[in-house]
C-alpha cells in the first residue's frame, strides 16, 4: 500500500511541479509566441546542401505549428524537394529551363569546375570564359529570376499567402527582389563561413586585413609582411568590387534591371537591397574556423550530423565496413559534382588501388566501365553521417565543401582536400593550419600523390589525434540547443521584433565613411596645415630676428 500511495503522491507532487505550469503557459493565446506565422523558403534555385541547411530550419518551424511553404522552379527535379512534402506546402513557377536543361548547366559545371582551375584568387577571373555561354549558371539564376517575377499564376499565390517573413539562400540575388515584391522582410542564410569581403559589406562585419585572411588567398591568419600586403590590396580591391558587383563574376547589374521591369524599388540597388536582411545566418564552428568578430545581426550555426534524419546503412554497405580491419577511406566530391570525365575518374579509382586500406566511393556521376581495385566499393548514394561515425571510417576525403566537412570533423575523422571553388580552398587551409589534414591540388596531382598524401594522414597519428580535439571542441562549444531549432528561433524573433536592435550602424556608411578616410583625409590636411603655419611663422619669426640683428649690427657699425 505505501509504495502506491507514495507514487500517487509523486506523480501528485511531479504534476504540481511540471505538468500544470505547463498548461497554464499553454493556455494563454496572447502571448507572443503562441502565434502562428507563414514562412516562404526560397533555396531550390541553388539545391544541393544549400537547399538542405535550409530546409531543416523549416521543419523546425512547421514542428512548432508554423506554416511554411517553399518555393521552387520548374526546372527543379522533384526527387530534390519532394521529401520535405510531408511538411512544407509547394508553389511552383514556370521555368524557361527544362529539368534536363538545368541537368546539363550543372554537368557541364562540374566537368570544368572538377578540373581545379578555379580554386585560386584569381582562378574565377581567369577562367570565367570556361562557364559562359550555356554554362553560365549565373545566367540561369538571372532567367529564372526574370522567369519566377513575370509568372503571374506564381506570383498572385504568393501574394494571397500573405507571408510573415522570406527566408532564402545568399547566393540567389533574386531573393531580396522577392522580399520587395512581396513587401515582406526577409532573412539571410549562407552555407559558408564569413567571407570577409562579401558579407563584411553585406551584414557589417569588421574587417581587419591584418589578421583576417580574404577569401581564396591560401592565407591563414597568421601572415608575413608581404602576406599582409597582398591581404590589404586584396581586401581593397574586393571592397570597390564589391560597390557594383558580387565576387567580380556574378554581376548585379542584370537585378537592377529586373528591378526596372518589373518595378521593383527601382530606387534601391540589388547590392543596397542586400543589407535590408534583418538576419543573417552562417555557418562554420570556431573550432575550425580562426577567430575574429561577429554581430549581433550574424548568427552561426553548425549544421551538425546530430540533425540528420534517421538514416541506415545498406548491407553490402555496412558490410564492406564491418569487415575492413586496416580502415576505411571514404571519397565523395558532394551533391555539385554530377559529372566527371572518364579519364579523371580513372585517375582516382588508380590512386585508391594502390592503398593497402578500403576505399568507400560516393559519386552521383556514373563510374561504370571504370577499373576499380578490389579494395574500393562505389554508391551512388550513402547516409553520409552514418558512415563517417563508423568505427572503421579513418579518413575523409573531399573538396572540402563547408557542409560534410564540418560532419567529417564532427566525427572526428581526418581530411584530405582537393579544393575546387567557392570556399573550399578557404576551408582546407583551416584543415590544414589546425593540423587536422592535407590538401591536394586537383589540377596537377598524379594517382601516386594523390595515394601518398591519403597514406600519409591515414598513418601519422597527428592528423588523427588533432581531429578528435576539433570534434571535441566542436561539440563543447555547441550549446544543448539543436541547431535547427536555434535557427528557427532567431527567424521567429526577427519576426516578432524586427531586426532594426541587432543591426549595426556600420551598413548605412559608404566605402570613405567605413574605412574612416573622409577622418585621415582630414587629420592630414590639419596636420599639413599646422605644420605649414608652423614653419611658415617660425621661418617669419626667423627672418625678424635676422633683420633686426642686421638692422642692430648695421647701427651698431654706424
Ligand atoms: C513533379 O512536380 C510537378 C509539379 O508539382 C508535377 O507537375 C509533375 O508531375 C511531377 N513529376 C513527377 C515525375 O513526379
Ligand atoms: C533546353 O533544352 C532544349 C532541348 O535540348 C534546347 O532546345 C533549349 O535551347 C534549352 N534551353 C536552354 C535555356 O538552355
Ligand atoms: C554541355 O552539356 C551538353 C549536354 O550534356 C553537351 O552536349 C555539351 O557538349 C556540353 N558542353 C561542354 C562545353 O561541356
Ligand atoms: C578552363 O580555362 C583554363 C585556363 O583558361 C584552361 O586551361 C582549361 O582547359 C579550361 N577548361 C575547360 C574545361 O575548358
Ligand atoms: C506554366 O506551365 C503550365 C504547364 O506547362 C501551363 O499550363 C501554364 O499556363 C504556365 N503558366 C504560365 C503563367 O505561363
Ligand atoms: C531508426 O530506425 C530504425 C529502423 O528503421 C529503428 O529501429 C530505430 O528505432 C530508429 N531510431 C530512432 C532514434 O528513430
Ligand atoms: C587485390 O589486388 C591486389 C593487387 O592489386 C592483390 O595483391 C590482392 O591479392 C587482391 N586481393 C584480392 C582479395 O583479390
Known amino acids: 500500500m505505501s509504495p502506491s500511495l507514495s ?310 554497405v555496412a558490410q564492406f565496413l564491418d569487415t575492413a580491419p586496416s580502415g576505411v577511406v571514404m571519397f565523395s566530391m558532394g551533391s555539385f559534382v554530377t559529372m566527371m570525365e572518364r579519364e579523371q575518374a580513372q585517375m582516382f579509382a588508380d590512386a585508391f588501388a594502390m592503398l593497402p586500406h578500403r576505399v568507400l566511393w560516393q559519386s552521383g556521376a556514373d563510374l561504370s566501365g571504370l577499373r576499380l581495385g578490389n579494395n574500393t566499393l562505389v554508391a551512388k548514394w550513402l547516409p553520409m553521417t552514418q558512415v563517417m561515425e563508423h568505427p572503421n571510417v579513418r579518413l575523409y576525403v573531399s573538396q572540402g565543401g563547408a557542409l560534410t566537412l564540418n560532419e567529417a570533423l564532427w566525427a572526428g575523422l581526418p581530411i584530405v582536400g582537393l579544393p575546387l571553388a567557392e570556399d573550399q580552398m578557404d576551408n582546407l587551409v583551416r584543415v590544414e593550419a589546425k593540423g587536422v589534414g592535407l590538401k591536394v591540388d586537383i589540377a596537377s596531382m598524379t594517382p601516386r600523390t594523390l595515394s601518398q598524401t591519403i597514406g600519409r594522414v591515414m598513418t601519422e597519428p597527428k592528423y588523427r589525434e588533432n581531429a578528435r580535439r576539433i570534434s571535441e571542441i566542436m561539440r563543447d562549444l555547441e550549446t544543448s540547443a539543436s541547431p535547427v531549432d536555434t535557427m528557427a528561433r532567431w527567424i521567429l524573433h526577427v519576426t516578432l521584433f524586427g531586426g532594426d536592435h541587432l543591426r549595426p550602424a556600420v551598413q548605412d556608411l559608404n566605402f570613405v565613411q567605413r574605412n574612416l578616410l573622409d577622418v585621415y583625409l582630414f587629420l592630414a590636411v590639419v596636420l599639413a596645415l599646422v605644420t605649414w603655419i608652423n614653419v611658415t611663422v617660425s621661418s617669419f619669426c626667423l627672418r625678424c630676428m635676422c633683420c633686426k640683428g642686421r638692422n642692430k649690427n648695421h647701427l651698431k657699425k654706424e
Not at 89 to 99: C, D, G, H, I, P
Not at 185 to 208: A, D, M, N, Q, R
Open 7 to 316: 507514487t500517487v503522491l509523486l506523480v501528485a507532487l511531479l504534476s504540481q511541479l511540471f505538468v500544470l505550469p505547463a498548461l497554464t503557459s499553454s493556455k494563454g493565446d496572447d502571448t507572443p509566441d503562441s502565434k502562428k506565422y507563414k514562412f516562404l523558403y526560397f533555396a531550390s534555385i541553388m539545391g544541393g546542401s544549400h537547399y538542405v541547411a535550409l530546409a531543416r530550419s523549416g521543419r523546425a518551424l512547421v514542428q512548432q505549428g508554423h506554416r511554411v511553404v517553399s518555393l521552387v522552379g520548374s526546372s527543379n527535379s522533384n526527387r530534390s524537394w519532394q521529401r520535405d512534402a510531408d511538411v512544407f506546402s509547394f508553389v511552383v513557377f514556370n521555368s524557361t529551363y527544362t529539368k534536363q536543361n538545368r541537368t546539363d548547366v550543372m554537368d557541364n559545371i562540374s566537368k570544368v569546375i572538377v578540373k581545379g582551375h578555379h580554386n585560386h584568387f584569381f582562378g574565377p577571373f581567369l577562367n570565367s570564359a570556361n562557364l559562359t555561354g550555356k554554362l553560365n549558371f549565373m545566367d540561369m539564376w538571372l532567367q529564372e529570376c526574370d522567369d519566377l517575377l513575370g509568372d503571374s499564376t506564381a506570383m498572385e499565390r504568393l501574394r494571397k499567402e500573405k507571408f510573415d517573413m522570406l527566408v532564402v539562400d545568399d547566393m540567389i540575388p533574386c531573393g531580396p527582389l522577392l522580399a520587395q515584391t512581396l513587401d515582406i522582410p526577409f532573412v539571410h542564410s549562407s552555407v559558408f563561413f564569413v567571407i570577409p569581403s562579401k558579407h563584411g559589406h553585406w551584414t557589417g562585419l569588421p574587417t581587419y586585413p591584418s589578421y583576417i585572411p580574404e577569401r581564396n588567398m591560401g592565407l591563414t591568419n597568421k601572415m608575413t609582411f608581404l602576406q599582409r600586403v597582398q591581404n590589404v590590396l586584396v581586401h581593397y580591391l574586393y571592397g570597390l568590387i564589391h560597390f557594383r558587383t558580387r565576387m567580380g563574376i556574378c554581376n548585379f547589374d542584370g537585378y537592377d534591371q529586373l528591378k526596372v521591369k518589373y518595378n521593383i524599388k527601382p530606387e534601391i540597388s540589388t547590392l543596397e537591397s542586400y543589407k535590408q536582411a534583418l538576419l543573417y545566418f552562417l555557418h562554420g564552428s570556431f573550432a575550425l574556423e580562426f577567430a575574429r568578430p561577429m554581430q549581433p545581426n550574424t548568427i552561426l550555426i553548425l549544421h551538425h550530423p546530430g540533425v540528420n534524419g534517421n538514416q541506415t546503412l545498406e548491407e553490402d
